[in-house]
T-cell receptor, first 111, second 115 residues
């Protein structure tokens, strides 16, 4: 079963706009990660946020974490066509070492 | 190697045949993960290894699926008596240490098609 669910399932925007994706998870966690996947193959790690952090930045990416609501958001600012991909959140449920991925958001950025 | 390598990149097989998928993790990475992704879907956790041992096999869909890792390096995922529902991309990932705070490095996957 999925630990996390992303919302929306799909998002289409114009270049230059911001894109926001949300992730909800079910159990307590000690960190949450975001990954990007191009063309249905290998994933690339984007950012990790720990449970004692509320916000983290990396370039055009901003991630927030609200452990009370069991949710996280990924904001991509000033989007580019090259940002077109699927984005997944991933968490280790219940203190386990395995990483469980959410259902993903498919982002399409039009030039 | 420079990255996680998976082979073959594509595999077409007939229903009922056995298949072996191979994963070469990044050198020195102690943790190794297998996931399955059906078309347009999220990643389904299958199994992970800490060194050569697999503490959690709960994601393996059935007893037709097995995996092993030898020498703390190469891993093989074996699917016996393949079924059409086994068709998916099988992704392997490794990380330097085992532990929930480690980021994963993914291979490009093996696209398995069962006819």
């Amino acid at each position: 079963s999925q630990q996390g669910e992303e919302d929306p399932q799909a998002l289409s925007i114009q270049e230059g706009e911001n894109a926001t994706m949300n992730c909800s998870y079910k159990t307590s966690i000690n960190n949450l990660q975001w990954y990007r996947q191009n063309s249905g193959r290998g994933l690339v790690h984007l950012i990790l946020i720990r449970s004692n952090e509320r916000e983290k930045h990396s370039g055009r990416l901003r991630v927030t974490l609200d452990t009370s609501k069991k949710s996280s958001s990924l904001l991509i600012t000033a989007s580019r066509a090259a940002d077109t991909a699927s984005y997944f959140c991933a968490t280790p449920p219940g203190g386990t070492d395995k990483l469980i991925f959410g259902t993903g958001t498919r982002l399409q950025v039009f030039p | 190697g420079a990255g996680v390598s998976q082979s073959p990149s594509n595999k077409v097989t007939e229903k009922g045949k056995d298949v072996e998928l191979r994963c070469d993790p990044i050198s020195g990475h102690t943790a190794l993960y297998w996931y399955r992704q059906s078309l347009g879907q999220g990643l389904e956790f299958l199994i992970y290894f800490q060194g050569n041992s697999a503490p959690d096999k709960s994601g393996l869909p059935s007893d037709r699926f097995s995996a092993e890792r030898t020498g703390g390096s190469v891993s093989t995922l074996t699917i016996q008596r393949t079924q059409q529902e086994d068709s998916a991309v099988y992704l392997c990932a490794s990380s330097p240490e085992w532990g929930a705070g480690e980021k994963l490095f993914f291979g490009s996957g093996t696209q398995l098609s069962v006819l």
